[in-house]
């Protein structure tokens, strides 16, 4: 009687370990899907799994997590009426480590035009008139657009009635710093170091202010970008969303 408790016991525990592996499995599958590893998968420090909804909740953002992260952000703009929406929850920190999986980095011809900012999460470290500007921000309101043929890019920021406008004008290079490889061997440029050139601001029919504000020796990192996202984060741990001008109308009329 004894041995063969035993051998029950023994069944069980190999009965709950092969549950416990193909759960893993099939975990990893979805993510190896798509070209992520799910070994090299990136979290942020003390990043709460449990919070995020556990394991489960994982594997179903990331069957998907450009279009979760599009229906975050609409539903959020949509229930502020246009305000940019700032978010610091589990859930975003792990769709960003999701999509940084995809493989999809900085890209010339990708980048290249106008992008409407849709959300933007400042770090500890960011300046705080970054953040005061940031708090009026609508939708339309601020736009970062990129010029492959000068590598600059340009932040607009405009006031609620649209009357006074901040601007600051960046040089870029992309840079080998930070690169990744995909799951095909390729390599993933991320980043491109950013020097802040011109900072101006202009109210109706006031004269032009310059800021002193030039700065070189930044950096904006590309998490993800394809012909309709941009999703980076700067040297000073802000994380930023832009949506093309037609795919956010699209989004935000369904």
């Given at each position: 009687?004894?041995?063969h408790?035993?051998?029950?016991?023994?069944?069980?525990a190999a009965?709950?370990a092969?549950?416990?592996?193909?759960e893993?499995t099939a975990f990893?599958g979805?993510?190896?899907?798509?070209g992520?590893?799910v070994?090299?998968?990136k979290?942020p420090?003390?990043f709460d799994?449990?919070a995020?909804?556990?394991?489960s909740?994982?594997?179903?953002?990331?069957?998907?997590?450009?279009?979760e992260?599009?229906s975050?952000?609409?539903?959020?703009?949509?229930?502020?009426?246009?305000?940019?929406?700032?978010?610091?929850?589990e859930k975003?920190?792990?769709?960003?480590?999701?999509?940084?999986?995809?493989g999809?980095?900085?890209g010339?011809?990708?980048?290249?035009?106008?992008w409407v900012?849709?959300l933007s999460?400042q770090g500890?470290?960011?300046?705080?008139?970054?953040?005061l500007?940031?708090?009026?921000?609508k939708?339309q309101n601020?736009f970062a657009?990129?010029d492959i043929?000068?590598?600059?890019?340009?932040?607009?920021?405009?006031?609620?009635?649209?009357r006074g406008?901040l601007?600051?004008l960046?040089e870029y290079?992309p840079v080998?710093?930070?690169h990744?490889?995909?799951?095909d061997g390729k390599?993933?440029?991320?980043r491109i170091?950013c020097d802040?050139?011109?900072v101006?601001?202009?109210?109706w029919?006031?004269p032009k202010?310059?800021?002193?504000l030039?700065k070189?020796?930044?950096?904006?990192?590309f998490?993800?970008?394809?012909e309709?996202i941009?999703?980076?984060k700067?040297?000073?741990?802000?994380?930023?969303v832009?949506?093309?001008r037609?795919?956010?109308e699209?989004?935000?009329?369904?």
């Open positions: 009687m004894k041995h408790a035993i051998n029950r016991a023994v069944l069980a009965a709950i092969s549950l416990l592996t193909n893993v990893s979805s993510l190896l899907a798509r992520a590893d070994t090299k998968l979290l420090p003390g799994i449990e995020a909804g556990g394991w909740e994982i594997e179903r953002l990331a069957a998907d997590p450009k279009s992260l599009v975050l952000i609409v539903s959020g703009l949509k229930g502020s009426g246009g305000n940019v929406d700032v978010l610091s929850s975003l920190e792990m769709l960003e480590s999701l999509l940084l999986n995809c999809k980095g900085f010339a011809d990708l980048v290249d035009g106008e900012s849709v999460r500890k470290k960011s300046p705080r008139f970054q953040k500007v940031n708090k009026r921000d939708v601020s657009n990129f043929s000068t590598q600059t890019f340009l932040n607009l920021a405009y006031t609620p009635h649209q406008q601007k600051a960046v290079n080998p710093d930070n990744d490889l995909s799951a390599v993933v440029l991320r170091a802040i050139t011109d101006n601001f202009k109210y029919k006031l202010l310059t800021l002193p030039k070189k020796g930044g950096y904006l990192d998490i993800y970008l394809d309709d941009r999703v980076t700067g040297n000073r741990g802000g994380l930023f832009h949506f093309r037609k795919f956010l699209k989004m935000m009329s369904q």
